[in-house]
């Protein structure tokens, strides 16, 4: 592997540890916990791993000598930077534990367990990926561990390898299926911990206990430095109104975390379209506003941040969604039938009043993707619609009908970008490469302590890493029931954003003036040298967060 | 104005000259130059700027007292990084010279001029500008300054501010109608110099004696960034291939310093595929080839660049765009008349031959954009059509074709970037902001030695800055006569790739390796601090076409 001079560079970092970590610890348990709903269901479905103490480690003096535990470890759903810190973290702690320890990475994902295939991660594997990004050390996928003949299936190749403890990087639903797995395998007396790790660029894994998932902060960092980017152009040609979507469809903390960098015209929180029950309509004369006040002062430039999920939590089209899906399946055979040119007027005499108007908004492209491009199940691919492309569409529509009004005129001309894959392996930031290590070194100690079922964590991370909390979370404590396919399930409760949180309010009040004046700054590219208040800082999201906490 | 950390510590930068600029200098003159082509011609239409020496400065003990002098400057064009660093390096050059010169800016571009919109540009304005991306210190345009009227009317501002010398910043258009305002101002013996600064993220605008413009450094880098971590993500998921689309119309030489950085599976270079009289089919046919190798090997996944421009160079679809535009102009009535089911039939019956079968492989929606979307003279919008996706597309039609044939068995996923407006405004690596900051000050050097008709010059360009020499070149050196709407034009001649450079024999040497391994690199972002094998390498274009050159 040819290496860039960065590379090169990045992989003599050290990331910073937590004190308590930089020698032998000792366990102290906190209080039994509970889950944060649906207790008692919670309680029956993991009657051996509810319930458990929150654990943090402090550091102690002398160190038992202790046994070496052979360890694998899982990468689980999409890439986030510091994945590989987590597995050298975890490398470098059960070393420490005996250095006769090992540790095996299944391939591709969870399937790699059920499907027997690993390789053995040795120092000079290890050292190949510190600090770098991506999830190649082992690859990813999405296999979902759910059921009994998989974790069986599993067992075998855990026991072949004589493998004590697994540990599972991955987000809410890699998580919950962490905490089932390390129920089952304690409910058998398998002999095998289970630990997970918070991974996540959404942002949507966080809670009480655990403050932030990793990859967010680099994530919202690359994003942050090309939308900084973008906004530098529009201000300087003055003529594009950009419209940039952003990865993340189920909560918009992407979205909300780089409008505070970058400060640009509009952003949209998802959350609160959802919360005011607007409908997509408004959200397009929200914007169209915007756009007229701004070319009324002579400005007809600005740039529009929306997060991908936008569409999905309108309800007006979360209903007309799930109406299409319904009349589609029903109705196959004679909408088939159908004269292409015929489709639209059909569909709208068959929907009800209501999303039948919804439907009829629609730009004529986006209408016809819904009721053309649907997934095996037959349902319409939401993920497939171009939100930047159909609310700017929109946006120009509303804004001719003011024009003839009277009440616009102005230039509208739109550019439309898509971030997504560009931040998910970037080389992360020193925040995430510090977290990261420092959580796959804590899931080693969690390890040593013989627990299972906890998700490892560190908290206080507004602080230097020197004063960060290690320590593990029972995954049950963040467990509520929520329907999934018809049924009632455990799992990891979401994140969304807090519209009474510190970031969003710092947002709703400064947004006004991000609207009207040209308030853009520039957050630029990652640094990984230089001053600590250029390399070393947080997200925004936990900066605020954490402002009025009280320790 | 709020500052991203970033900003804030980059504003301390103080970018390295080269050691013959931080003194007093005398000029030295060369011999007298000739034009690349068409001498004759170019001397008839140039006689007072003609054949002027090389200069270089050489560095003296003793400097004259000079006298203050009023100095205006223009950005014109698209944004490049670095173009804040040649003014603030323009505005201590003139300071230099005397600390009551004054410097104007004109607003938005060289219609600014024409207009009398300018503003001065003072030290405090000046200091926050300083190693900052974008043109939004006066802003940019694309009016091109070409007629006597445009001229006379600029001169009457330039007398009313008393300005003696103007500083045009822009790629090789803008510099042609510098050359042609210097010969109009000498002719009429206006008293006001004109001189060039190369200016271009394409990367076209240079020649044996301007060894590169500003701006590409920085934007490619950029690009170079996010494929990079789009190749990591690409080698986690082993899932997709991605299609990116880089900007750059009129050459390849973005592409080229991409792959030459990132070493991706497959990078398209116009120059060549215009050189080999490759169809469309051709450049499909060698993807999908690939894509059924790699698949062999079991790799489902990849990454190709594509330059913008491709489609332009391709001569098939050249001479199908030149039909289409005289068809659809001819028969424009009878066009318009057909039901939108029709066109594409009518089309295909009304080219010839050849043209015809080049329409008839296209995708349906590409066709349909090429008839429909066309600009106000009528002509084909070959910029809007999104050659990522047309090529991504027909390579999945040909790929079925080879699954039946019993010559492809693999998955084919794909994602699809353009990344442009990403680069532009970014903030200069530390090359563009020391060259750029350069550039303004020997602007300033040959403002003061009385000469005009010059572009702004920097060499050695791979040594240290402080190995720099900086002097003057006339740009009528750089002109030939070519032909533009019909008519004979004195401009200055574009540089396209080198297929004998040493830049595209380096690709050449290494691609089919790349294609069929995995051989990723990932530059990461631009790092302004740290060590200099990271921070400070100019680009590898630079590098491998000054390799074997000889001082």
Chains 1, 2 share one sequence.
Not at 259 to 286: R, Y
Request: proline share 5%; with cysteine.
């Amino acid at each position: 592997m040819k290496k860039s001079a960065l590379q090169q560079a990045r992989a003599a970092y050290r990331p910073q540890m937590p004190i308590v970590l930089t020698g032998a610890v000792k366990v102290v348990e906190g209080k039994p916990t509970q889950s944060v709903a649906d207790q008692e269901a919670i309680k029956q479905l993991f009657p051996n791993t509810y319930g458990l103490p929150e654990i943090t480690f402090e550091k102690v003096s002398v160190s038992e000598p202790s046994k070496p535990i052979n360890v694998g470890v899982i990468l689980s759903g999409g890439q986030a930077p510091g994945g590989h810190n987590v597995i050298s973290g975890l490398f470098d702690g059960i070393k420490t534990i005996n250095k006769d320890s090992r540790l095996y990475g299944f391939l591709m994902g969870p399937g790699g367990l059920v499907d027997h295939k690993y390789k053995e991660l040795t120092a000079d594997i290890i050292d190949e990926y510190r600090n770098t990004g991506g999830f190649d050390i082992i690859g990813s996928g999405r296999t979902k561990l759910e059921t009994k003949e998989q974790f069986d299936k599993g067992l075998e190749i855990l026991r072949e390898l004589d493998i004590k403890a697994l540990v599972i990087i991955g987000g809410d639903d890699s998580n919950t299926n962490a905490a089932i797995l390390a129920e089952y395998y304690k409910a058998i007396d398998a002999g095998v911990q289970v630990i997970g790790v918070p991974k996540t660029i959404d942002g949507d894994l966080k809670n009480e206990v655990i403050e932030t998932s990793f990859g967010f902060d680099t994530a919202t960092k690359v994003y942050s430095e090309v939308i900084g980017n973008i906004q530098r152009d529009c201000n300087s040609a003055k003529k594009y109104w950009h419209f940039i979507k952003l990865m993340g469809r189920s909560a918009s903390h992407i979205a909300l975390e780089c409008a505070l960098q970058c400060q640009p015209n509009i952003c949209i929180i998802s959350e609160e379209v959802e919360a005011k029950n607007m409908t997509l309509d408004q959200v397009v004369d929200e914007i169209a506003q915007a756009v007229a006040d701004r070319a009324a002062q002579g400005d007809n430039y600005g740039v529009v941040l929306i997060p991908e999920g936008l569409i999905e939590f309108i309800p007006a089209v979360k209903a007309l969604i799930a109406e299409l899906n319904d009349l589609l399946a029903a109705k196959a055979d004679e909408f088939a039938a159908l004269a292409p040119k015929d489709q639209r007027q059909w569909v709208i005499e068959h929907l009800s009043e209501e999303n039948a108007k919804t439907y009829a908004s629609l730009p004529e492209g986006v209408a016809r993707q819904l009721t053309l491009d649907r997934d095996p199940h037959g349902n319409v691919q939401v993920s497939l619609i171009e939100t930047e492309k159909l609310l700017s569409e929109m946006v120009g529509k509303r804004l001719k009908e003011m024009a003839e009004a009277g009440k616009y005129n102005g230039k509208y001309s739109t550019m439309h970008h898509f971030f997504g894959y560009e931040g998910r392996c970037a080389d992360p930031s020193n925040f995430d490469a510090n977290y990261c290590y420092g959580l796959g070194f804590t899931a080693a100690c969690l390890i040593a302590a013989g627990v299972t079922g906890y998700m490892s964590s560190l908290r206080n991370l507004t602080f230097a890493p020197v004063n960060w909390v290690a320590g593990g979370i029972p995954i049950t404590m963040m467990m509520n029931m929520e329907r999934r396919h018809g049924e009632m399930k455990p799992v990891i409760q979401k994140a969304l954003v807090d519209l009474d949180g510190a970031p969003f309010r710092k947002f709703v009040k400064e947004r006004e003036g991000w609207k009207k004046n040209t308030c853009y700054t520039y957050p630029g590219p990652i640094q990984y040298f230089g001053p600590a208040e250029v390399a070393d800082q947080p997200s925004m999201t936990l900066v605020y967060e954490q402002k009025n906490r009280k320790y």
